[in-house]
């Protein structure tokens, strides 16, 4: 089947009984509201058409408010990012946000066409096969000041996993604003994608099959057990698989992860997600393990330089199942609930929309090196309610190599003379076919005319051929295409300058439709090819790749966790697709908050804010200690990351603008586990600060605008701790900023301009005040012992440098010793409280002849 969208119009019944009179209760203080403070109000137009439309309203638990998300409109159709953020709370508006269009000039346009020709699309989008256009309702869309009625629609390009988010005149189909829906972790070229699959259901609001207002009897779940690399643990190198039995919450999954209400499966497919293989690149639900009908999952798993991952997609799949599922336990106790647009497909009764369940593909035949993320969405527009289910798709990656033992990808075939040629490095790609199957591809080479293949080629000149090109001037992908166009069945691309190749050429998000497989080979072996064949030669060769001991991203929890991170903050955010999108705002903080989710959950005890964390070490062979895949590790102790916000203004984007926020957001973990203690599972306590922390930061998406800054990422925070805190940790949070250049007069400039962020240091006058305080009791210790309180564990650190050993004595309010200890000054062990009561402790640290005492709170 093409490669199609999750669609689902269906009658519009949005929520059940409950919910939909709440949201009618909302729209009438709403329009109460606008019509009282005239915020809807247009100043050149007696003949007022302007209204507002509900687009999603979240009771959110946290934060003890009704987030309603709005949509200003115009005689009945929506004003495209005229969007507002209202909250209530006990039937009253205690904030409103809007970016409403206050002057509405309307285009007279005469044509106005019900589709477009698929031709017309092509040709705009650059796409040489359409899987699917599915159409929005219109919307008015301002270009210099006039609004002009447009067509809103995905197109999904049938070869490769891109969908276009498409704003277009209605009339001619003038493209206003396109951005590739896929989101795509490939951290080598830094580039975006994102996809669909197809399935069409027409629900009337009376039919049996619409149980999105009836509550559900909920059925009992039957047991499971999975062998996988169970959280905390980030991927194989980190740590050991282990059984997990049942590891659910029933009050998170209310059937277990195998039952989505009306189907009990034995295979990895529920009510949160369906993970499967997809070595062909068919985008359909492909091979998934059976645990039979005790639904043991228990499957053999080895990663070794010569293990073929293929042999071990058992234990692949069932890992990328654990890992949806623990992502949608996690973080629907933190708000990612039915009314905010998660991933299901049965919503229990419980509100919102349903039918989107999270596909997951392992082995996707789509890629190399990469992982990526459709969010899909959620939309209810006029009487039609439009579900655009999710995708999640996970690569291999190459394996490491050396001039020794290189990655076999191609073979002399004639003449005789280059069969046994010495075997040289060679590059994957990150688009095209990957040869899953097996299938080798056989052909003569020709060279590009002109070499680089940045032109178009001659029509025909490579048909049955392998063509073969320069590195140059424009991408590998731009290249390949070209070539395929020309009628190659394969490509091989040369460095005329490198001696070795790189290890994957990276996708480029504006070109699509390349369906060949291509690799990079290093200057010598490109020279000599073209060397031969410039010469006279005939040179055949076969592309076949060998895949031993390549890494697979789905036992990377941390990438799996950043991938479904993409879902989260895509769905929170305004409108909740469409409002993340880096050319709106060159600060988009996507790649961020996907980092700090990967974090967060794989944080483990004993864990400190001394120890530096690096990202995406497993698939690229790397120890664990390494930086990774950023530009350096997360860490608070500048020494180790400097990066503050005046280096946004060259950092890659997105990924390296979004390594910036996670640091901000690490900071700011690390400032509330100091305050409110530690606890490495953030779903165990949500008074603890890593809890806090998560839990103030999923608020803030929720309430932040469309195509945020990071000023307005930062305010966010700030607006939730002043919600649900009364402002209790205003100052923390300033300080946190500020400290990375994200003080009160910092700058966001033109939020579609990459490099005109101005830093700023100072924080509010009154937090000024609380910092003096904070400094000179900090001057007159030498110790430090955190997190405190906490909750199983906490340090001692020493501020005052002495190298003199250190004793350490514990007692309890009644006098009695509870630990001793004595240690070198540097030691940076952990001290147990598991063992003791909860209650006060009085902390006795003596160094030499100085000695200090802490009280510390164990809960």
Known sequence: MNKKLFLMPIAMAAFLSFGHINAQNSMAIIQDYYKKNGALTQRSNANDKTGVIILNEDLSQSLGVNIVNVQQAYDGLRVFNALGKVLIKEGKIISEKNEFKRNIVVSNQKKVQEKFPEDLLRQKLAISEISRVDYLPNVYFEKNGVCILAKEMFVADKNSPDVWHVIADANNGEIFQKSNATLSCNFESDSHTHTFNKSEKIIDDNSKENNQNKTTNLLVPGNASYNIFALPIEAPTFGSRSIVNNPWDLSLSPEGWHSDGTNNYTNTRGNNVYTYSDQDNANVPGYSPDGGSSRNFDFPFADGRYDNPFAYRDASITNLFYMNNKMHDIFYKFGFTETARNFQTNNFGKGGLQGDAVNAEAFDGSGLSNANFYSGAEAVIGTQTYIFAPRMQMYLYNRAQTVDDPIDRFKYNSPATMVNRPKVMTGGAAFGTQLFNGQPVTGNLVLATPDEACATLTAGSMIGKIGVAKRGTCSFATKTKNMQNAGAIGAIIYDPVN?????????????????????????????????????????????????????????????????????????????????????????????????????????????????????????????????????????????????????????????????????????????????????????????????????????????????????????????????????????????????????????????????????????????????????????????????????????????????????????????????????????????????????????????????????????
């Open 499 to 859: 001696s070795d190749p790189m290890q994957a050429m990276g996708r480029d998000n504006t070109v699509s439709g390349v369906t060949i497989p291509a690799i990079m080979i290093g200057k010598s072996e490109g020279d000599y090819i073209a060397s031969q064949i410039t010469g006279g030669t005939t040179i055949n060769v076969t592309l076949k790749y060998d895949f031993n001991g390549f890494k697979h991203s789905s036992f990377d929890n941390g990438i799996i966790a950043h991938e479904y991170g993409h879902g989260i903050s895509n769905r929170l955010t305004g409108q909740g697709y469409g409002c993340l999108d880096e050319d709106a705002s060159k600060e988009q903080m996507g790649e961020g908050w996907s980092d700090y989710f990967a974090l967060m959950i794989t944080t483990r005890p004993g864990d400190t804010f001394s120890l530096a964390r690096g990202m995406g070490t497993y698939p690229y062979g790397q120890p664990t200690t390494a930086v990774g895949i950023r530009p350096a590790k997360y860490s608070p102790d500048f020494s180790v990351n400097n990066y503050t916000y005046a280096k946004t203004n060259t950092a890659v984007v997105p990924h390296g603008m979004g390594f910036i926020w996670t640091t901000m957001l690490w900071d700011l973990t690390w400032k509330y586990i100091e305050k409110y203690g530690y606890n490495s599972d953030v779903m165990a306590s949500p008074t603890s600060g890593n809890a806090r922390a998560l839990q103030i930061v999923m608020d803030a998406i929720k309430l932040q605008a469309c195509n945020p800054s990071f000023i307005e990422g930062r305010d966010a925070i700030l607006q939730a701790d002043a919600v649900k805190n009364a402002g209790a940790d205003k100052c923390m949070i300033w300080n946190v900023f500020a400290k990375r250049g994200l003080g009160v007069n910092a700058s966001a400039g033109v939020k579609s301009v990459a490099n005109d962020q101005v830093e700023d240091l100072t924080v509010p006058q009154e937090c000024n005040s609380a910092l003096s305080t904070q400094d000179v009791k900090t001057a007159d210790q030498k110790f430090i012992i955190f997190p405190n309180p906490t909750y199983d564990e906490f340090f001692v650190g020493n501020i005052d440098k002495s190298n003199k050993q250190v004793k350490i004595t514990m007692f309890d309010m009644s006098g009695k010793l509870v630990f001793f200890d004595s240690r070198e000054s540097t030691s940076k062990k952990a001290i147990s409280t598991k063992d003791l009561q909860k209650g006060v402790y009085m902390v006795h640290i003596r160094q030499g002849d100085k000695v200090q005492v802490e009280k510390l709170i164990v809960r």
